[in-house]
C-alpha cells in the first residue's frame, strides 16, 4: 500500500524559507513521477513543481528560482525547498506520485494526472 505523509510546513515572513518532505512508503521511485502541488484558499490546485525517476525537473513559473525540489531515492523521500517565501505562497501543499509509461524515452511528468496523494501541509507566509 502506497503511502505519502508530508511534513514540514509553518508560517513564515515574507523572504523567509520553509522547507517540505514527503516520505513516500510502498511506492517504488522506478519510471515514476513525483510532483508537489498547493491549493491557497478559495483558489484551483495548481502543480508547483515535478521530478522524473530520471531526475528531471519542472516548475510553475510563478515559483522558479526560487523553489527546488528533489528526491532521495535510498530512502524514498522527495523534498520541496521554498526560498523568497511571498505571501501568494500561502496554500496547502500536496505531495503526489506516480508510475508512468516512457514515450519516446521520456517520462512526460508535467501535467500527469497522479495516482497517490499525501494530506498536506500547510504552508502559510506573512507580510
Known amino acids: 500500500q502506497v503511502q505519502l505523509v508530508e511534513s514540514g510546513g509553518g508560517s513564515v515572513q515574507a523572504g523567509g524559507s520553509l522547507r517540505l518532505s514527503c516520505g513516500a512508503s510502498g511506492f517504488s521511485s522506478d519510471n515514476s513521477c513525483m510532483a508537489w502541488f498547493r491549493q491557497g484558499l478559495g483558489k484551483e490546485r495548481e502543480e508547483v513543481a515535478t521530478i522524473d525517476s530520471d531526475g528531471l525537473t519542472t516548475y510553475a513559473d510563478s515559483v522558479k528560482g526560487r523553489f527546488t525540489i528533489s528526491k532521495d531515492n535510498a530512502d524514498n523521500t522527495l523534498y520541496l525547498a521554498m526560498d523568497t517565501l511571498k505571501p501568494e505562497d500561502t496554500a496547502m501543499y500536496y505531495c503526489?506520485?506516480?508510475?508512468?509509461?516512457?514515450?519516446?524515452?521520456?517520462?512526460?511528468?508535467?501535467?500527469?494526472?497522479?495516482?497517490?496523494w499525501g494530506r498536506g501541509t500547510q504552508g502559510a507566509v506573512s507580510t
Open positions: 503526489a506520485a506516480k508510475r508512468q509509461l516512457r514515450v519516446g524515452g521520456k517520462l512526460h511528468c508535467p501535467g500527469a494526472s497522479y495516482t497517490f
